[in-house]
């Protein structure tokens, strides 16, 4: 589907009736055509309700919402668009206070549940990557912040985040990252930090790792994790924990970046979302160098992937939805 990015004002222009986005998400769903889901049948009748199709040969009817992150949303589809949009194309994220405005959803709740249902395919989006050759690690640690900028494992109360950034050496030897992958875990041990590597340098079905040499400060597991799977380790000495941003500049970027994140439009985000936030910063970081498709290519990750449900977002638990 040809499509350029377009301006806030050409935007709603162009999807600015609920039929306009049923239409356009019919293409995004089915860009040769419908496709009936249990007969693969390719004709079909318009129900009268929006965005629903009835299959000419086996009468199942299908919606256009179903499976995606729109499924049984009360919201109209021109509120997600348009969050989808304002999302996509921001470069750090989207306050709820602003959406409430623009989108004239009163409800905080359904606002937050929207965006962490977008952010959420985000990350599933992005897990398909694989990372290779060089890896830049890195564990942090987010929470509260008295004790922020303090350097330490085990700090309590703090969630701890290890970070993955893959790094490409051109034939000068100047270095620039690639992909970037952030993952709460519980602990940094070798075994923990081995099976976040299983799962973002190994490729499905395969079990060599595509990843053969890290980088990291030096702490003793990223030494034995890299043992046990035979792969080279640079350990860079960190004598102060300033020279991080010298000696492992991607990784170091990458927390800055979402640290300033987190504190500014979001005012800070419980352990229990962390993970979502973090995935969205990631998939920003990973387009970080395309400027067009951007809503296209978020829209279509809301449509594949598993959906996470409301119930799931809001369960039990510590309630806190910030
Ligand atoms: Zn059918």
Known sequence: MAYQEISLLEFQNQFDSEDKCVEYLFRVRWPEGFRCPLCHHDRYYTIARRGLYECQACRHQVSVRAGTIFHRTKVPLRKWFWLIYRMAISKTGVSIAEMQRELQIRDYKTIWVMAHKVREAMGQRDARYRLAGLVELDESFFGPKSREGKRGRGSERKTTVLIAVSIYTNKEGIESPGFAHAQVVTDASAETIGQVLD??????????????????????????????????????VLISPKMAGHLLPWTHRFVSNVKAVLRGPHRGVSAKHLQRYLSEACYRFNRRYWDHELFNRLLFACTVGVPITRDKLLGSGNGSIS
């Open 199 to 236: 799962r973002l340098g190994v490729e499905e079905g395969d079990k060599k790792l595509l990843i053969n040499k890290i980088r990291s400060h030096g702490w003793k597991s990223y030494g034995k994790m890299a043992k046990d799977k035979d792969i080279a380790h640079h350990r860079v």
